[in-house]
């Protein structure tokens, strides 16, 4: 008998890095290419796992990534091994040469800790596409809450009531994300401190889908319209921030 195809376990990294880079202008498709080239199953080797590489529907000359750890000592020897080790000082310089900056980075978890799998990204590295794969035709949208230092109840508000409205009326987010309050373990790479962040990542078939469901999950919903979102309003200490991206050709979250 034919052997049953194995099917690779997924993967829930406990720490996150939303990272945000300002581009050189017109270089960002270079840079994409030497990323999934080059950076893709070589920061993998060393123990962390690239999730998500995109480009900025506003912004032509921003590259936003995401990667994942299982913990904060794990990061801390992936991070030496590959920034310590002969892929980086091969291809670093030119990769730095794109960039104006690249402090622009939220360090997250899923939300709440320990909570159902479906708070945090769950992926199968097998799945990524091969180098030269054609690039998907996906939208992802990033929103990005903030609150005061501290504060508890706007993150709950946002993971406990507009999370799950949202999931009545669209696809479920693929991860809701918090800031990892712990110190960063290695301080070589800058991450964004004082910050009380909820990132609600979610990937549609193209922008028009999101569109609706934003119009279904607000205009159509009284309690998100009338009560979820004023009371979030109430709590937040700046407006939420929206990203819309499209997934390169190798991005595993699209």
Known sequence: MPSTPRIAPAVHPAVIELRQYTLRPGRRDELIELFDREFVETQEATGMLVLGQ????DDPDRFVWLRGFTDMETR???LSAFYGGPVWAAHGPRANATMVDSDDVLLLRPLPVGADAGSGFAVSPSDRPRQGSAVPNRF???SLWHFPPG??????LIHDRLVPALRETGPAPLAVLA???ADNTFPRLPVRTGENVVAV????P???A???HLADATDHHPLVRDEILPAVERRQSAAPRHLRLTPTARSLVR
């Open 201 to 204: 990542i979610t990937s549609y």
């Open 210 to 212: 999101h569109r609706r």
């Open 151 to 156: 504060d508890e109840d706007g993150p709950a």
């Open 54 to 57: 995109f480009r900025d529907l």
């Open 76 to 78: 801390r020897e992936a």
């Open 179 to 181: 800031t990892e309050p």
């Open 206 to 208: 193209d922008e028009q």
């Open 140 to 142: 992802v949208a990033v």
